[in-house]
């Protein structure tokens, strides 16, 4: 199992932007997948983007992030980062990453995802709260 490092959470008003980061140590093959869920107080966790593969990564996104984060990684720090902009009230929620290898992906015409059962990896959380 991987040790995973989280930072980068806040608070931000509405329109704001945060990104956060996740560090992981430990060997990982070219096809390990990163990604960040999140836990909003009383909800299930639900996954808001995943990126797969080290040398031609691709991302997925929830449809309520789409346009607004970004995801993307350094190899050469074993980081991934989440860029968000234009936060809002809704996004407010404990940030989780998590690593996994082998990681199937839910694809949709409407919602496409990694699949969270299949990362064996996880953070501690992150808080993100936009606020005004």
């Known amino acids: 199992q991987l040790q995973l490092v989280e930072s980068g959470g806040g608070l931000v008003q509405p329109g704001g932007s945060l990104r956060l980061s996740c560090t992981y140590s430990?060997?990982?093959?070219?096809?390990?997948?990163v990604a960040w869920f999140r836990q909003a107080p009383g909800k299930g966790r639900e996954g808001v983007s995943c990126?797969?593969?080290?040398?031609?990564?691709?991302?997925l996104y929830a449809s309520s992030v789409k346009g607004r984060f970004t995801i993307s990684r350094d190899n050469s720090k074993n980081t991934v980062y989440l860029q968000m902009d234009n936060l809002k009230p809704e996004d407010t929620a404990v940030y989780y990453c998590?690593?996994?290898?082998?990681?199937?992906?839910?694809?949709?015409?409407?919602?496409?995802?990694?699949?969270?059962?299949?990362?064996?990896?996880w953070g501690q959380g992150t808080q993100v709260t936009v606020s005004s």
């Open positions: 998590a690593v996994g290898e082998n990681v199937r992906q839910h694809l949709t015409n409407t919602q496409s995802m990694c699949i969270q059962d299949d990362f064996h990896s």
């Open positions: 990126i797969v593969g080290k040398r031609v990564p691709f991302s």
């Open positions: 430990g060997s990982t093959s070219d096809g390990v997948a």
